[in-house]
């Protein structure tokens, strides 16, 4: 290595920013899984396979709330009118 360099005042860690939101990970993935995401991307005419894996992390997760809203809507629709409360509160639309 030349002596002309100055390291000094360097920093160590990653040269690259990350964007606000978002954290750097290592994690190990099937390699069929991670193929496939690479395929879609390039099937597609490009772009990213990890904002692609994130999308469809974020669509699961998603699903997974809907599923427990619609839950506690049909126990709902189905126990109160046991309790009398058919229209209590303008809970039940018609």
Known sequence: ???EYD???GKR???LHLP???TRITIRIDDDILE???RQVHE???GSYQTLMNKAL???IESQDRFLEDTLRRVLREELPRYGRK??????RR
């Open 1 to 3: 290595m030349r002596k």
């Open 7 to 9: 390291f000094s005042r």
């Open 13 to 15: 860690g990653a040269v």
């Open 20 to 22: 606000p939101g978002k």
């Open 36 to 38: 496939w995401f690479r």
């Open 44 to 46: 597609a005419g490009g």
């Open 58 to 60: 974020r669509n699961f």
């Open 87 to 92: 229209s209590a509160a303008g809970l039940i």
